[in-house]
T-cell receptor
Framework: AQRVTQPEKLLSVFKGAPVELKCNYS??????LFWYVQYSRQRLQLLLR??SRESIKGFTADLNKGETSFHLKKPFAQEEDSAMYYCALKGGSQGNLIFGKGTKLSVKP | DSGVTQTPKHLITATGQRVTLRCSPRSGDLSVYWYQQSLDQGLQFLIQ???????AKGNILERFSAQQFPDLHSELNLSSLELGDSALYFC??????????FGSGTRLTVV
């Protein structure tokens, strides 16, 4: 079954601390994975996609096929990073995105 | 502005009523996706349309239906509304493997 698991509902860190938001997936093919960010119940914004290997707002994510993971990392968290983060897998018969339940990141001053 | 337009932004209606949510995709995008976001269920995929045709169905209730018109805008119809249908409804569009572009959502409150 295709599934995305984000084990942490809430992650709270202090400003300047490193952040790692965990994402594990289950998919029987070559996965396409994404991270989306949602500020204060606004629209979801694409943060990263694994195939581009880019860094946005200091965030990076590496696909680890052996561990079926796509963890999101940032070395130094900022208060403005506080938001909901969703990991998503492009799956389904027609390529619809399957989302994890999200992790709420809270960065304290 | 993401290029995906959803109207209305807010909707308050009574149980048993019917509402229509509208989505205009980003210019050039042929695929439209509808998602429901509630506090307890997270983001649930409802349905996908591609160039006017239904492509995939997710956890969409029989009371809900959708369509995509020749100009590619899409409408999500919710009928016989229940309190539990209160949620944020997002529309997204896509063109290729880059990912989805989401609209700002419609916040539906059923009272």
């Amino acid at each position: 079954a295709q599934r995305v698991t984000q084990p942490e509902k809430l992650l709270s860190v202090f400003k300047g601390a490193p952040v790692e938001l965990k994402c594990n997936y289950s998919y029987s093919g070559s996965p396409e994975l994404f991270w989306y960010v949602q500020y204060s119940r606004q629209r979801l914004q694409l943060l990263l996609r694994h195939i581009s290997r880019e860094s946005i707002k200091g965030f990076t994510a590496d696909l680890n096929k052996g561990e079926t993971s796509f963890h999101l990392k940032k070395p130094f968290a900022q208060e403005e990073d506080s938001a909901m983060y969703y990991c998503a897998l492009k799956g389904g018969s027609q390529g619809n995105l399957i989302f994890g339940k999200g992790t709420k990141l809270s960065v304290k001053p | 502005d993401s290029g995906v337009t959803q109207t209305p932004k807010h909707l308050i209606t009574a149980t048993g009523q019917r509402v229509t949510l509208r989505c205009s995709p980003r210019s050039g995008d042929l695929s439209v996706y509808w998602y429901q976001q509630s506090l307890d269920q997270g983001l649930q995929f409802l349905i996908q349309y591609y160039n006017g045709e239904e492509r995939a169905k997710g956890n969409i209730l029989e009371r809900f239906s959708a369509q995509q018109f020749p100009d590619l805008h899409s409408e999500l119809n919710l009928s016989s509304l229940e309190l539990g249908d209160s949620a944020l409804y997002f529309c997204a569009s896509s063109r290729d493997s880059y990912g989805y572009t989401f609209g700002s959502g419609t916040r539906l409150t059923v009272v």
